[in-house]
């Protein structure tokens, strides 16, 4: 069964400042969904809201029907996984530790053989087995994202949440990742949320494309219904062109002129 | 027995390490044929984990030697093998303690050799755990002003005979229960503010200050003996404790590690940072308190009865770092035997090397404080 994720009138404030309000989205189809919008524009404070990381100042988000302020979380890492953007790590573990920390929801103390095979399929599916002994720190930031994607997905949760899991990745990883992510969420039947810079690589792999803009969710839609010319221009103020590579709209920037950047 | 060869055990440990990291690279390397991906990764993890605990059975190893050497050296010198048949004798036959030689390890000396032990095992894994918590390797057992308090508390019973219970126990259990106000503190505060690393540490600096000002005040307009006393407290040492003091002590250590060990694998996780570690469903500001409680009442338990041992706390838990890496679970043990080592080592330095008494405390620092460094310079693997 696929999990359903809800957020109605979902709205935060930093004291005077309120990030967004009115907030009301629905997630229960498997396949991945991107978030995209300008910085700033609360797309990470959106994610923390649905594991609890941040408790919103209106309205509530539901798991299954569930609000998760009355879920633990532990309740919550059961099916909810995150992937930070940058690793934040202070003593390094090596990539294989690092990755079977993402089992802890799920065993105790002790590493059961069942952790073990899945930690190494993560590996697997991430490219990234041969730096398996590697240390942590060793490694540089695109092999520090993959190794944190491979621990949300060593989480098995049933909504896994990236923010820009992307960022530091060479155009072949870039759509390695993504297109490995869009197959996952299919195969396994779960929500993956992925909060992206590009629009491209989001349009070409997404099922579905969320944009926030100014304090609101501006557009929810196929890649097709979101991502265009003027949607772009009014979001982001980029003069844009539309084009189709693989089936999907491709983004075309054109330098607006100083006007543009005033 | 009154040298000891310190040299061949370096040489002969680093012939280990040697050895072990070839055996390493060896496991690396094997030919993997017939094996898919995954069960190569498995196998080399698996091999990787063999070879940390081999550190652990060397340490222990280690432990031992240094153990019997701090009970047959002294003023009074027993053959080491007489050491270990006479303890073995006495703890697991139970023999009765009859001879000089029997009373000398027995009596005299097997307390101090326990609470060096202790001492080293508790302040370890107190800094171990404080440095994965606080996601910052200068932390260590004190950093919350620990030692502050216990010295405050040592110094009202010292200067002023201010004791929260009479008796022979006053001046421990004084700076037990003020060692742990810090901590106690910050429990407070985090009801208005989430516990997070800088406040610990902020907060831990601004009552440190006090107390030091209320102490250097006592110590001004007390009398000089007092003062010297109270000097001679701060400085920590393993001279003044007997058998009496030893249950009180291990079974807050034993307690402490306990603890530590059943929350190692949260460590971890908090080492990824907060919003990480709640995403794994790890409530980290209750635990950060948890924890800093657990450190605090371990350490508390330790200072309160050597007075203020530094070093050992901050850096057991490095050394142990470039010898096994981050993962608590690991860590968090070998901290412990290289913290108890360490305090055995400086001892015996005392003991053997010196022909004068020295606080403990003292050596802990000037010899730790050169070796950390070399081991720092010389690390191949960034663990932080």
């Keep these: 069964m696929v ?11 930093y004291g005077e400042f309120r990030v967004w309000q009115g907030i009301n989205l629905k997630f229960d189809e498997p396949g991945l969904i991107s978030i995209l919008g300008p910085n700033g524009v609360g797309k990470s404070t959106f994610m923390y809201c649905i594991n609890k990381i941040l408790i919103p100042t209106e309205g509530n988000v539901t798991i299954d029907g569930t609000d998760v302020n009355d879920l633990s979380f532990k309740d919550i890492a059961l099916k909810v996984a995150y992937v930070p953007q940058a690793s934040n790590e202070t003593f390094a573990m090596t990539v294989m530790d690092t990755v079977l920390m993402g089992r802890y929801p799920h065993s105790g103390f002790n590493t059961s053989a069942e952790d073990l095979q899945i930690a190494a399929e993560c590996l697997k599916i991430m490219k990234i087995s041969h730096l398996a002994m590697r240390n942590f720190n060793e490694l540089s930031a695109g092999q520090h994202q993959k190794v944190m994607i491979a621990r949300g997905l060593a ?4 909504l896994l949440m990236l923010d820009e899991p992307t960022s530091n990745l060479d155009v072949y990883n870039q759509m390695h990742v993504m297109r490995m992510l869009s197959k996952v ?11 992206c810079h590009d629009l491209n690589v989001a349009s070409k792999y997404s099922d579905r494309v969320v944009i926030f803009s100014k304090g609101e969710v501006y557009c929810d839609g196929t890649p097709q219904e979101a991502i265009t010319a003027e949607n772009i221009t009014k979001v982001y103020g980029v003069k844009a062109g539309i084009t189709e590579v693989d089936g999907r709209p491709y983004v075309l ?9 005033q | 027995m009154k040298k000891l060869h310190t040299s061949g055990i370096r040489r002969s440990l680093e012939q280990t390490n040697i050895r072990l990291h070839d055996m390493r690279h060896h496991a690396r390397e094997k030919n993997y044929e017939g094996m898919t991906e995954e069960e190569v990764t498995i196998a080399q993890y698996k091999a990787h984990r063999w070879s940390k605990l081999i550190f652990v059975f060397i340490l222990l190893a280690v432990f031992i030697i240094l153990a019997g050497a701090e009970l047959a050296v002294g003023d009074y010198d027993i053959d080491l093998w007489s ?9 697991f036959l139970g023999k009765p303690i009859e001879t000089l030689e029997q009373t000398v390890v027995w009596e005299f000396r097997t307390p101090r050799v326990l609470t060096a032990i202790a001492v080293g095992i508790g302040l370890a894994m107190a800094g171990a755990g404080m440095q994965s918590m606080m996601k910052n390797p200068l932390a260590d057992p004190y950093t919350t002003g620990i030692s502050s308090g216990a010295a405050l508390g040592a110094t009202l019973a010292m200067t ?4 929260l219970i009479s008796g022979t126990y006053g001046t421990i259990i004084n700076a037990f229960v003020f060692a742990l ?7 407070a505060l985090s009801k208005y503010r989430k516990p997070s690393p800088a406040m610990i540490i902020l907060s831990g600096i601004a009552l440190m200050y006090v107390f030091n000002a209320a102490q250097s005040y006592l110590m001004l307009v007390a009398d000089p003996n007092a003062t010297s006393a109270v000097y001679a407290w701060t400085v920590g040492s393993i001279d003044g404790t007997d058998w009496g003091d030893m249950p009180f002590m291990w079974a807050v250590v034993i307690l402490g590690a306990i603890i530590m060990m059943y929350l190692s694998r949260i460590l971890n996780a908090m080492n990824s940072g907060d919003s990480y570690a709640k995403s794994l469903g790890i409530n980290t500001d209750r635990t950060r308190v948890i924890i800093l409680l657990s450190v605090s009442i371990l350490a508390a338990g330790i200072v309160s009865f050597t007075g203020i041992i530094g070093f050992v706390g901050l850096v057991a838990p490095h050394i142990a770092r470039i010898l096994i890496g981050a993962d608590n679970r690991i860590l968090i043990p070998l901290s412990a035997l290289v913290g108890a080592c ?8 005392i003991q053997a090397v010196l022909s004068f008494s020295m606080p403990v405390g003292l050596i802990t620092s000037l010899i730790g404080g050169p070796i950390f460094m070399i081991m720092i310079i010389r690390q191949k693997n960034e663990v932080w």
């Design chain 2, 181 to 187: 106000i810090p901590s106690l503190f910050i429990i």
């Design chain 1, 155 to 158: 989480q098995q949760p049933d």
């Design chain 1, 3 to 13: 999990v359903e994720i809800k957020a109605t009138d979902l709205g935060v404030s």
């Design chain 2, 342 to 349: 360490l305090m055995m080592v400086a001892d015996l330095f």
């Design chain 2, 83 to 91: 050491v270990y048949s006479i303890l073995i004798d006495h703890i």
């Design chain 1, 185 to 195: 969420a299919k195969e396994r039947g779960i929500v993956i949320l992925t909060i």
């Design chain 2, 160 to 163: 002023l005979g201010f004791t």
């Design chain 1, 253 to 261: 920037f054109y330098d607006g002129g100083d006007e543009q950047f």
